[in-house]
C-alpha cells in the first residue's frame, strides 16, 4: 500500500486532530507576524489585532500593520501547504 496514508479507514480522531493542529498553525504564525512586525514599529501588540474585525482595515496604522501580518500569514499558511511532510 504504498503512496496511501490511511485512505482507507474512517477516522475521526485523526480527522479532528488535523483540524486542530491546522488551528494551531495559522494561530501560531499570525501571532508571530504580527509580533514581528510590531516590534519592527515598536508597538505594543494586542488580542484585538488577531480577534477584533474593527482594528482591520487600511485607515488606521495598526489597521495596516494588522492586515500586512494577515496576508504574510496566508502566505506562509500556503506555502507550507506546498510541502507535505513524508511522515
Known amino acids: ?3 496511501q496514508f ?3 479507514v ?4 485523526l480527522i479532528v486532530s488535523q483540524i486542530v493542529l491546522m488551528q494551531n498553525v495559522y494561530y501560531g504564525s499570525l501571532g508571530l507576524w504580527l509580533a514581528l ?18 482594528i ?3 485607515s488606521t496604522a ?12 496566508a502566505l506562509t499558511c500556503d506555502l507550507s501547504d506546498e510541502f ?3 511522515c
Do not use: C, H, K
Open 37 to 54: 512586525v510590531d516590534s519592527l514599529v515598536q508597538s505594543s501588540p494586542t488580542l484585538d489585532q488577531m480577534f477584533s474585525p474593527e
Open 62 to 73: 495598526p489597521g495596516r500593520l494588522s492586515m500586512m501580518a494577515f496576508i504574510l500569514n
Open 84 to 86: 507535505p511532510s513524508n
Open 10 to 13: 474512517w477516522d475521526p480522531i
Open 6 to 8: 490511511r485512505s482507507y
Open 56 to 58: 482591520l482595515g487600511f
Open 1 to 3: 500500500m504504498a503512496g
